[in-house]
């Protein structure tokens, strides 16, 4: 049944349940035929109302800062797999008491550290904590510099010439993540850097996390190959296997609703004005830059129809994004949802010239709305001094 937007706020976030467990359901299917565990990234996906939907399915989830850490505690229940490029001393016992695995960017890192963890861990005897280090495989078929980790000048992970022949006492996992919206064929070919640079390690370590940018949940992803994959390095190299995606598991699970406020010509070209905006609401569209699909519009500009740019209400001269055509004139009021909104842009959102945070609801399973959240002026003085 089609969502019936007439009862929703705009603008706002409409995550779909049914869609987030279509999604989720692939997810566990695949960890349980490879003999892994796939846990989720939250910097891709923090709706934290959702987690006990998410915990239905996975049994972890890993943390880039502490804050991100507190939410998998409080909200799923789990302690962390953790990973920060630095950490700050005055928060490492906390992160400490918080994780289940925690990852070393460098090995200065790590020698920073390691006393500490060591007097924890006989402090705290029962907790399960295991410490890892980040590698640079120098491979990664990312485009894209700013989603890169493995470009000279990288400061995400180690490479093989810093690392000694023997994994540093204490160290018992190994960290990559240079994968971002891949298919399982670069996961095979990374796989191969990985193995050739570091084989000999992955036969001491106990634990490989394979980082992010496993798309299996878009249409046309190979996942008997990385089931394959993943079984492999399993048991070649005597390892428990780690996937953190991010992106797959929210991938295409929901939308941001949006109205039309006004409609203006300027000279010569169609523009309307949304109660969103592409700087403050989704600015991965501004920054990677991608042009979101509306639903119900042409993406491009088709001749003979009508044609309009989609303005953000902020006063930044580059906040719009198009054109897209319609099948008919844009008015006042009409809604504009731009779809596959939830991974990376309920994360990004900022207050950006005092505009309101989108409200976030969820559109039920038995197709009722619901709204969980509204922001208004608290959420942007509470940001400022
Ligand atoms: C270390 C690490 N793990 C996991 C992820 C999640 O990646 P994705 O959302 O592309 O699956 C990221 C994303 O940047 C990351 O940096």
Redesign the pocket.
Same mark, same amino acid.
């Given at each position: 049944m089609p969502i019936d937007y007439s009862d929703i706020p705009s603008p706002c976030f409409v995550l779909e349940e049914e869609l987030l467990r279509k999604n989720l359901e692939l997810i566990d299917s695949v960890q349980k035929a490879a003999g892994c565990k796939i846990i989720l %990234?939250l910097?891709?996906f923090s709706m934290y109302s959702a987690f006990p939907i998410v915990k239905e399915y996975l049994h972890g989830a890993?943390a880039?800062s502490l804050n991100e850490i507190r939410l998998i505690n409080d909200f799923m229940g789990y302690q962390a797999h953790t /990973?920060i490029p630095a950490y700050l001393e005055n928060e490492f016992e906390e992160v400490l008491s918080r994780s289940s695995h925690i990852t070393f960017n460098t090995l200065s890192q790590w020698e920073r550290f390691k006393d500490r963890v060591a007097i924890y861990r006989k402090s705290n005897p029962l907790q399960e904590l295991s410490c890892g280090i980040?590698v640079n495989p120098q491979y990664s078929e990312v485009s894209t510099e700013m /989603?890169n980790?493995c470009v000279p000048g990288s400061r995400?992970g180690v490479t093989r010439d810093k690392l000694p022949d023997l994994l540093p006492e204490g160290i018992e996992g190994i !960290?990559f993540?240079t994968?971002?919206?891949n298919d399982s064929y670069t996961l095979e070919r990374t796989l191969a850097a990985v193995e050739e640079r570091f084989g000999d390690l992955l036969h001491q370590a106990r634990w490989l996390n394979m +980082?992010? +940018? !496993?798309?299996m949940t878009r249409e046309g992803y190979d996942t008997s190959k990385l089931i394959d994959l993943v079984s492999t390095i399993r048991e070649k190299y005597n390892l428990e296997v780690i996937l953190?995606? +991010?992106? %797959?598991i929210a991938w295409r699970t929901g939308e941001l609703v949006t109205t039309v406020l006004d409609v203006m010509d300027s000279q010569g070209i169609e523009v309307a004005v949304l109660d969103t905006s592409f700087a403050a609401h989704m600015p991965d569209t501004l920054e990677m830059p991608y042009k979101p699909v509306i639903k119900g519009a042409y993406q491009e500009p088709v001749e003979g129809k009508y044609t309009c740019r989609m303005g953000g209400m902020t006063c930044l001269a580059g906040d719009f994004m198009g054109d897209y055509s319609f099948d008919k004139p844009l008015e006042v009021g009409d809604k504009i949802i731009f779809e596959d909104m939830i991974? /990376?842009t309920m994360v990004k959102t900022t207050t950006f010239n005092g505009v309101n945070l989108p409200s976030i609801g969820l559109w039920t399973k038995d197709q009722k709305f619901r709204l969980i959240r509204s922001f208004g002026y608290e959420s942007f003085k509470d940001r400022l001094s």
């Open positions: %990234a910097k891709g890993t880039s /990973y980040r /989603y980790p995400l !960290h993540h994968l971002c919206e +980082g992010g +940018g !496993h798309l953190e995606p +991010g992106s %797959a991974h /990376y």
